[in-house]
């Protein structure tokens, strides 16, 4: 608190709690409790939103993450034996075509599936304990599609817009968050999703402000980048990032530095 006697919690919540508990007539739950889980902070690591030379920078999302106790996004096409010690800090960006290109010992908490929430039983058969959520594009029909999703039974939304901020229809990522919240706001179900919000977010007053509109927590990816040191669109040469692999002991200590300084 502002006399630093308070303690304030930046914990966040993935998966919705349940509305309400059924018991039976000898007090015994029966209601089925989906899967849900805490993280410290409320920021997880996107996929690498370009690629890099080698998998230095892959490995190094996978340990910060860990040792951060929060989440990272992979694609199928990612996985590898070498992220394994980091297992279970790594969620996975799916459509339903990839889900038997995941080998069986993966059995991630987090499973995010890409524009269609259409077959979700097969994702959660296949990852049983995994909270499964729903991947939207920023736009003005988001709202209306996210509320259509929460009553389908999805308790995740990773929304997002482009890398500066702006959704399909070119509205800033704020006034696009806020549409989204308002709107299952307005259908009484917001209290029944976690709100992900990526796109554009670039530095640490971008969490609160996101929060504010409405998002639970947000998602990075460009800034791990500049955090190793990238060049990006930069008019200059390029960095050693971009040209060969990073150390992920030194690139994953970089975005930890980053987290503690946000």
């Not at 080698?54 to 694609?75: N, P, Q, S, Y």
């Not at 959520?133 to 259509?148: D, F, P, Q």
Request: hydrophobic content about 45%; charged content about 25%.
């Amino acid at each position: 608190g502002i006399h630093g006697r308070e303690t304030i919690s930046t914990q966040v919540d993935i998966g919705a709690s349940e509305s309400s508990l059924r018991f039976d007539e000898h007090g015994n739950l029966r209601t089925v409790v989906r899967p849900w889980f805490s993280l410290p902070i409320p920021v997880i690591f996107n996929p690498l939103p370009m690629p890099l030379p080698g998998r230095g920078g892959t490995i190094a999302l996978a340990k910060a993450a860990f040792e951060l106790e929060t989440l990272v996004i992979f694609e199928a096409a990612e996985l590898d034996n070498d992220l394994l010690p980091y297992a279970d800090a790594i969620g996975l960006r799916l459509n339903s075509s990839e889900i038997d290109d995941v080998a069986l010992n993966w059995m991630p908490s987090y499973v995010e599936i890409e524009e269609s929430v259409e077959g979700i039983e097969k994702f959660a058969a296949r990852f049983p304990n995994a909270v499964i959520a729903g991947r939207l594009s920023l736009s003005e029909a988001a709202g209306k599609t996210a509320v259509e999703w929460v009553k389908a039974g999805i308790r995740v939304i990773h929304i997002y817009a482009d890398e500066v901020g702006r959704d399909e229809n070119d509205r800033p990522l704020p006034e696009a968050i806020r549409d989204v919240h308002c709107q299952l706001i307005e259908a009484g179900i917001r209290d029944d999703v976690t709100l992900i919000v990526g796109g554009g977010i670039a530095s640490a007053d971008h969490i609160p402000k996101a929060i504010a509109c409405g998002a639970d927590l947000v998602a990075i990816d460009f800034v791990a980048l500049i955090a190793w040191g990238t060049s990006l669109w930069a008019d200059r040469g390029g960095s050693i990032v971009d040209n060969d692999d990073i150390d992920p002991e030194w690139g994953s200590q970089r975005l930890k530095n980053l987290m503690n300084a946000w």
